[in-house]
């Protein structure tokens, strides 16, 4: 489309004084234009990418965190609580834990964080724990907070959707220029040469400078979103916490097969 354009700015748009001053431009006006568009993308890109790399790699650090302590959390539980009453309602809030918060890469930090305590599932396991004399579990219900926290910090959103926009505006208007310059070339080919194949090679490199631009914005905006993106922490979240989320499923079912069998109402120690 590049040559339809540009003998369609010519054609339509142009008068005559602009496509002399396009073909000659002893100024350099569009050259030093697309100079100062160009560095400005660079200078923005390169800033957007190095933020936003650094923001997944502290959110995998985090995650590795959460999900270590969340693991010594189980383990804990499995050693103190089996035997008692309250151990089957301890690991329906370790899975409500790892399913509405853990997981919930696709909600904004600051809402899971401005939640009523009484919806916290680690404030209900240190209150059936810990009543009276803190136990173990305090110590690492404290640290899995504290993890959670950094977690959530490090998934704040940090760039903002502006300097997205400002990023494609940039790089349209950049863009936008070499089919202006592909109408001034028009003028200086004269009448015996084909402008077809001037606009040939002309469309080859526009074609690889859109491409490379586009892949450079959608990688910015693929480290930019939280979750559901190439770069993003999902599947390897969702990897960390398979271990976990068995391990939990496999203690619930053999309490419910105790139960089923005809045990007592205190849950034995090994389930």
Known sequence: YFDNISLFLY?????ATEIQFLSSDEVQFIPSFLQVLGLLFSILAGNAYSVLYQQQ???YFALFQEVSEAKSLLEQTALICQGRPFYPAVLKQIKLYIRNDLRRLDVPPVELIAQSPS??????????????????????????RQARGERLGACQRKFPRLGIILLYILAFLELAAFPLLGAGTIAGLGVKVDPTRVFGLQSILFAGLTGATVLVLRIIEELWQQS?????VDAALAQMVLGLESELDERTENIVNFKMNGGDDDIPRGY
């Open 11 to 15: 054609h339509n748009w142009l008068s």
């Open 57 to 59: 790699e502290s959110i």
């Open 119 to 144: 919806r916290d599932p680690l404030e209900k396991i240190m209150f059936m724990t810990s009543v009276g004399v803190p136990s173990v579990i305090y110590e690492t219900v404290k640290n899995l």
């Open 228 to 232: 559901g993106g190439s770069f993003n």
